[in-house]
Protein backbone atom coordinates (compact mmCIF):
# COMPACT_ATOMS: atom_id res chain seq x y z
CA UNK A 1 0.00 0.00 0.00
CA UNK A 2 3.00 2.25 0.42
CA UNK A 3 3.86 2.68 -2.78
CA UNK A 4 0.07 3.47 -4.24
CA UNK A 5 0.23 6.69 -1.54
CA UNK A 6 3.31 7.47 -3.46
CA UNK A 7 2.36 7.36 -6.53
CA UNK A 8 -0.62 9.57 -5.58
CA UNK A 9 1.34 11.81 -3.80
CA UNK A 10 4.00 12.32 -6.93
CA UNK A 11 0.96 13.21 -9.27
CA UNK A 12 -0.10 15.58 -6.90
CA UNK A 13 3.01 17.21 -6.09
CA UNK A 14 3.24 17.08 -10.17
CA UNK A 15 -0.14 18.79 -10.56
CA UNK A 16 0.88 21.43 -7.54
CA UNK A 17 3.70 22.30 -9.16
CA UNK A 18 2.10 22.82 -13.02
CA UNK A 19 -0.23 24.88 -11.24
CA UNK A 20 2.31 27.18 -9.72
CA UNK A 21 4.77 27.59 -12.63
CA UNK A 22 1.28 28.80 -14.68
CA UNK A 23 0.32 30.87 -12.19
CA UNK A 24 4.15 32.37 -11.80
CA UNK A 25 4.39 32.99 -14.88
CA UNK A 26 1.13 34.67 -15.26
CA UNK A 27 2.58 37.09 -12.77
CA UNK A 28 5.97 37.75 -14.98
CA UNK A 29 5.12 40.68 -17.65
CA UNK A 30 7.08 39.53 -20.78
CA UNK A 31 7.88 42.34 -22.96
CA UNK A 32 7.00 40.73 -27.17
CA UNK A 33 10.55 39.85 -28.89
CA UNK A 34 9.56 41.98 -31.59
CA UNK A 35 10.82 45.53 -32.76
CA UNK A 36 8.87 48.99 -33.19
CA UNK A 37 8.54 48.62 -37.02
CA UNK A 38 8.00 44.73 -36.63
CA UNK A 39 5.05 45.13 -33.87
CA UNK A 40 3.78 48.09 -36.63
CA UNK A 41 3.69 45.29 -39.03
CA UNK A 42 1.57 43.00 -37.43
CA UNK A 43 -0.77 45.59 -36.61
CA UNK A 44 -0.61 46.10 -40.05
CA UNK A 45 -4.91 46.23 -41.50
CA UNK A 46 -5.89 45.62 -44.81
CA UNK A 47 -8.02 48.44 -46.27
CA UNK A 48 -9.68 48.14 -49.35
CA UNK A 49 -8.54 50.77 -51.79
CA UNK A 50 -11.05 51.88 -55.13
CA UNK A 51 -9.76 52.58 -58.00
CA UNK A 52 -11.37 55.02 -59.98
CA UNK A 53 -10.87 54.61 -64.22
CA UNK A 54 -10.56 57.37 -65.72
CA UNK A 55 -11.60 58.55 -69.37
CA UNK A 56 -8.71 60.11 -71.42
CA UNK A 57 -9.09 63.96 -72.18
CA UNK A 58 -9.50 64.90 -75.92
CA UNK A 59 -7.62 67.99 -76.66
CA UNK A 60 -8.59 70.30 -79.59
CA UNK A 61 -7.26 73.29 -81.00
CA UNK A 62 -3.49 73.01 -79.98
CA UNK A 63 -0.75 72.90 -82.86
CA UNK A 64 2.40 70.87 -83.33
CA UNK A 65 5.68 72.24 -82.02
CA UNK A 66 7.23 71.84 -85.25
CA UNK A 67 6.38 74.17 -87.30
CA UNK A 68 8.40 74.02 -90.05
CA UNK A 69 11.24 73.82 -92.48
CA UNK A 70 12.17 77.39 -91.95
CA UNK A 71 12.07 77.51 -88.41
CA UNK A 72 14.42 74.19 -88.48
CA UNK A 73 16.90 75.95 -90.61
CA UNK A 74 16.68 79.34 -88.10
CA UNK A 75 19.55 77.68 -85.51
CA UNK A 76 22.06 75.99 -87.96
CA UNK A 77 25.17 78.26 -88.31
CA UNK A 78 25.31 80.23 -91.85
CA UNK A 79 29.03 78.51 -92.58
CA UNK A 80 29.74 75.12 -93.99
CA UNK A 81 30.43 72.79 -90.72
CA UNK A 82 33.06 71.23 -92.25
CA UNK A 83 35.14 75.02 -92.38
CA UNK A 84 34.56 75.19 -88.70
CA UNK A 85 36.58 71.64 -88.28
CA UNK A 86 40.30 71.85 -87.03
CA UNK A 87 42.71 72.05 -89.78
CA UNK A 88 44.60 68.63 -90.51
CA UNK A 89 41.88 66.35 -88.85
CA UNK A 90 40.49 65.18 -92.10
CA UNK A 91 43.85 64.31 -92.87
CA UNK A 92 43.81 62.25 -89.66
CA UNK A 93 47.10 63.65 -88.81
CA UNK A 94 48.10 62.24 -85.29
CA UNK A 95 45.94 60.75 -82.69
CA UNK A 96 43.12 63.13 -80.78
CA UNK A 97 40.98 62.34 -78.23
CA UNK A 98 38.16 64.78 -78.21
CA UNK A 99 36.03 63.36 -75.66
CA UNK A 100 36.12 61.23 -72.29
CA UNK A 101 33.02 59.52 -70.40
CA UNK A 102 33.31 58.10 -66.94
CA UNK A 103 30.31 57.08 -65.30
CA UNK A 104 30.98 53.90 -62.72
CA UNK A 105 32.51 51.35 -64.54
CA UNK A 106 32.00 52.41 -67.83
CA UNK A 107 35.02 53.96 -69.05
CA UNK A 108 35.07 55.28 -72.92
CA UNK A 109 36.04 57.69 -75.48
CA UNK A 110 36.19 59.42 -78.75
CA UNK A 111 39.57 59.52 -80.66
CA UNK A 112 39.85 60.56 -83.91
CA UNK A 113 35.94 60.17 -84.08
CA UNK A 114 36.39 56.31 -83.38
CA UNK A 115 34.10 55.34 -79.55
CA UNK A 116 36.56 53.49 -77.55
CA UNK A 117 36.72 51.68 -74.10
CA UNK A 118 39.73 50.56 -71.96
CA UNK A 119 40.63 46.76 -73.80
CA UNK A 120 40.59 47.98 -77.32
CA UNK A 121 42.57 47.44 -80.27
CA UNK A 122 42.63 51.02 -81.45
CA UNK A 123 44.60 51.38 -84.85
CA UNK A 124 47.94 49.63 -84.74
CA UNK A 125 48.21 49.39 -80.37
CA UNK A 126 45.54 48.83 -77.08
CA UNK A 127 43.93 51.32 -75.22
CA UNK A 128 45.27 50.54 -71.62
CA UNK A 129 43.46 53.26 -69.52
CA UNK A 130 41.23 55.58 -69.79
CA UNK A 131 40.86 58.65 -66.95
CA UNK A 132 38.99 61.81 -67.01
CA UNK A 133 42.53 63.78 -68.75
CA UNK A 134 42.93 61.39 -71.74
CA UNK A 135 44.24 57.58 -72.44
CA UNK A 136 47.06 55.90 -72.31
CA UNK A 137 48.24 54.18 -75.56
CA UNK A 138 49.83 51.27 -75.89
CA UNK A 139 51.59 50.67 -79.16
CA UNK A 140 54.84 49.68 -80.91
CA UNK A 141 56.33 53.33 -80.02
CA UNK A 142 55.66 52.31 -76.21
CA UNK A 143 52.82 53.57 -73.73
CA UNK A 144 52.16 56.85 -74.30
CA UNK A 145 49.23 59.37 -72.47
CA UNK A 146 47.09 61.02 -75.44
CA UNK A 147 45.42 63.90 -73.92
CA UNK A 148 41.75 65.99 -74.62
CA UNK A 149 42.21 68.46 -77.36
Do not use: C
Request: aromatic share 6%.
Amino acid sequence: MGTFKDIIRLIVVTVVVIIMVIFGMSMLNIKPSLLPHEMQLVQFNYEKVGIIERTPTVVTGASSPFSGAEDAQKDFPPVDLAKLAPPGAEKGEGKGVSMVLIKDRMKIAIVDGVVIKEGDKFKNGLIKKIDKNGILLRDNEGERWLTIR
